[in-house]
């Protein structure tokens, strides 16, 4: 790809075209890949030498008809999924997006419907400053005098 635009690796002053021909310029931090191809490679690389993407246990031994055959990726498939956000009021379903207001009893509420009065809010709030309070007054009993 590097001849069709007409890029000399010499001549170009430091620039140098990914090793993969995918078009982009790659630096020698990144093994004169492209910032996209390296990621690539580096993510294979993590992948086949990470243990939690194998198959066979770690404290068994393994056997010897296992270990000549290789694992193949189509084989092990960890999905990651994240929760998603709440983007819409829970009482009337609003989009907020980032004016959402999170409440103490875990959900997203917008303008209208924050307060707790205005939602049916199920959080114990007396409960809590109650723990508060005995938390930051503790009783002190004062030692008894003794009587002459």
Do not use: W
Not at 14 to 35: E, K, P, Y
Not at 87 to 113: A, D, Q
């Amino acid at each position: 790809m590097a001849e069709e635009h007409g890029f000399d690796q010499a001549s170009d002053g430091g620039h140098r075209l990914c090793v993969n021909n995918c078009g982009f310029f790659g630096s020698s931090a990144t093994q004169n890949m492209c910032s996209k191809c390296y990621r690539d490679v580096s993510l294979h690389k993590s992948a086949d030498s990470s243990p939690l993407f194998s198959s066979v246990p770690l404290t068994a031994a393994p056997p010897p008809s296992a270990a000549a055959q290789p694992i193949t990726a189509a084989a092990v498939v960890v999905e990651v999924v994240a929760p998603p956000t709440a983007s819409r009021c829970c009482t009337c379903r609003k989009k907020v997006g980032l004016t959402g207001f999170r409440c103490r009893c875990g959900t997203t509420f917008c303008g209208t419907h924050r307060y707790p009065e205005n939602h049916g809010c199920t959080f114990d709030f007396k409960a809590v400053g109650k723990e508060a309070i005995a938390k930051a007054n503790p009783l002190i009993k004062a030692d008894k005098l003794n009587r002459i």
